[in-house]
């Protein structure tokens, strides 16, 4: 079955589109409901943005420094944000895609 997971990297959408092998795919048919998606993307691009937004450069006397005291004050923006995100993705799933979060837990754990 394919999956969707949810899990933030550094320049890239909280979204992860996974064949059967787990292997990353954006461009496969079966996946167009949710990329062409205006809501699903606006949510992805504000908890992309706020995720990047952590990582500092040239700072702390280190060329790419993760700010992890912002991450924490900002626990509850990020948590709201992936509610909406899940919702969203639960409501464009006709059941043929298995969803995988990855990120609430970690950020619930911070």
Do not use: A
Not at 1 to 18: D, V
Not at 51 to 61: K, V
């Amino acid at each position: 079955m394919k999956k969707i997971k949810i899990m933030n990297e550094f320049l890239h959408s909280p979204l992860w589109y996974c064949d059967e092998d787990g292997i990353e795919w954006d461009n496969e048919k079966e996946f167009l409901v949710f990329i062409n998606d205006k809501e699903l993307q606006n949510i992805s691009k504000n908890i992309e943005t706020l995720f990047n937004g952590y990582y500092e450069f040239d700072s702390h006397d280190q060329p790419c420094w993760f700010n992890k005291e912002k991450e924490k004050n900002d626990k509850l923006k990020m948590l709201s944000l992936l509610k909406e995100l899940n919702k969203r993705l639960n409501e464009l799933n006709d059941g043929s895609f298995d969803i995988e979060d990855l990120e609430t837990n970690r950020v619930l754990n911070l």
